[in-house]
Each structure stands twice: as C-alpha cells, then as structure tokens.
C-alpha cells in the first residue's frame, strides 16, 4: 500500500465520490462525507461564483456539527475539483475561496498547474490530479500534485481508454503515492478489485447521479437504473474532450448516437454556450447496470461496504 497523506488516514471507506458536473451539490457532498466516503463537487456547480462561498460555509458547519456529535463516526473528507483548462475564468477566484476555507483535497482536471498546486499546499491541502494515460500522470506529480486519479476505460464522464489494469500496473512502477481508480465502479466487489490492482480508493460516480440527494433531473436518474453498459456512447462532440453518454440522452436531442460528428478539442468549453447547448446529454459511465434503484447516498455506499465485506470473504474462504 503506497504512503498517503494525513487527511486520508480517518477515511473508514476506501472509496472517493466523484464530483459530477452540474449534480454534485453540497446536499450530496454532506452524505456522502457521513456515510464514510470522500465527498466531492466540481466549484463551477457553484453559479453565479458568489455561490461557492456560500456552499462551502454550508459544508464546512455541517461537517463539524456531525463530527462534534459523532465523535466515534466522523465524516470523511471534502475535495473540491478544479477545471484547470484556459476555458474557466473562475479559477483563480474559486482557487482563493478554497484556500479561504482550508479544503481538504482539490482534484484538478484538464491540465496540472503549479500555481494551483502550490496555493492548495500552502495551507495542507491534498492535490488529487486526474489523468488518462502514464505520460499524463508524470507531468501531475513533476508540478507538484500529491496523487491521482486514474480515469479508465468505462469512466463515466470525460474518460480514457486504458484498462485498468495496465494503467495502475504503469504508474505503479514508478509512483508510490495515493491513486485513485475511476472507470464503472459500482459494486463493493469492484473496490475491492481497484486496491488489489495496486490502487488505495475506488473513485465512484455514474452511481451516485441515481441517488435522493443528487441535482439530477427525475429522468436523468430512471435512465440511469434502467440502462447498462449497451448503452454508453464514447464521443467528443460534447465538449471537445471524448467521455461517455446515455444513449437514450443523445437521441432525446435527436441525434443518433451511432453516427455522431468529431468536435475540435481546441475549443473545450465548460460553462459557456456550447456546454448550455448539450445540457440535457447525460454523462455515465459503464458499471451502471448494478444500480437497480433510486436510493439515498447513505443507502448506496452501504450496499457498497457490504459487498465489499462479501467479496473479501469470498477470496479468504
């Protein structure tokens, strides 16, 4: 098991909730936080930016309530993702108000920037970078990131296209600090199967879009307990960047998720017009045909924990 930084030490769970763009909110984030896991949100859920600051008084006095009355169970740790892409004008601003309350881990996206790294650092912040391939990950850790996520084939959201297991068996060889694996974790068995590769967490998300707390539209989430990995679609036409999509999403729109265009990665765009325009395109990943129902977070990551439980005792049977 690889050295990991403090914050990670009271987590009874290994597993990092995944921030989720537009559905991640701080009801979400608090739940998941009690329920053991490492809650997250990407800042630009915050909108107009003012409301960040607002979300993170909200979640910092909830945590510490839960925490003073429940000393023996004390939530886990907060992260705050960052697009750190030319595209988001708010960076430097939600970066301050981050700094201003102290949180726990910043997970970076869409670029490693040492100014980033070095503000989360200057109070004892966490930096969590996600990549998609080995040569991705070295350039994280030489700017100063702490440790990373691994985004696999089948991720849900912007993912990469490497199996898991060459992608953790290759940072591995050189990297000894905290890695995430992302890519259709839903089940216990499967977080389990993520730290036997060589990973410390489970990054897990299209799960938790079909839970009571998240901001996704009824629809959003029924899709989501009624499709499998059939039908995910892998594209870049969304936001220049390839990810994974509801089909039944993509045909709402009328287009046909079989024959979509190429976008330009060039112009990635996260909140302006063009993400406006793809609103209603569902992002997911391919471990959803385990989730079987609408349920509260804590709900989910109990079923998380009991399989976990269920697939060590199978392998030491």
């Known amino acids: 098991m690889s050295r990991l930084p403090a914050v990670f030490h009271k987590l009874r769970f290994p597993v990092i909730a995944s921030p989720l763009f537009i559905i991640s909110n701080p009801q979400l984030l608090i739940a998941q936080c009690k329920a053991g896991v490492v809650g ?40 705050i993702n960052q697009i750190v892409h030319k ?8 970066m301050a108000l981050c700094v201003k309350y102290k949180v726990p881990i910043i997970i970076t996206s869409l670029g490693a920037r040492e100014d980033v790294n070095a503000a989360a650092h200057s109070y004892g912040g966490v930096v969590m970078h996600d990549i998609i ?3 991705f990950a070295k350039k994280a850790i030489e700017k100063g990131a702490d440790g990373l996520v691994a985004v696999a084939a089948g991720a ?17 060889e050189w ?40 901001r996704a539209s009824d629809a959003y989430k029924q899709c989501i307990v009624d499709s499998n990995s059939d039908d995910i679609v892998y ?12 089909a039944p999403s993509i045909r709402n729109a009328g287009l046909d998720p079989e024959h979509l265009a190429e976008s330009d990665a060039s112009q990635m765009n996260f909140g302006g017009d063009k993400s406006k325009a793809w609103k209603d395109i569902w992002g997911c990943g391919q471990g959803i045909g385990a989730v079987k129902a609408v349920v509260p977070a804590a709900e989910l990551v109990a079923r998380l924990k009991r399989e976990y439980q269920e697939a060590k005792s199978r392998i030491t049977a």
């Open 40 to 79: 997250s949100m990407p800042a630009l859920n915050a909108r107009p930016a003012e409301q960040l600051e607002e979300w993170l008084i909200e979640i910092t006095e909830a945590l510490a309530a839960h925490n003073r009355d429940h000393p023996d169970q004390p939530a886990a740790p907060f992260a």
């Open 87 to 94: 595209s988001n004008d708010r960076l430097e601003h939600d």
């Open 133 to 135: 391939n080995n040569k």
């Open 156 to 172: 849900g959201g912007h993912a990469g296209v490497k199996s898991p297991f060459a992608l953790i068996q290759e940072i591995r």
């Open 175 to 214: 990297f000894d600090g905290p890695v995430a694996l992302s890519g259709a974790i839903t089940t216990g068995g499967a977080v389990l199967a993520a730290q036997a590769m060589g990973a410390d967490f489970a990054y897990v998300g299209s799960a938790f879009i079909a839970t009571q707390e998240a």
């Open 235 to 246: 594209s870049n036409l969304f936001t220049g960047v390839h990810g994974n999509y509801l």
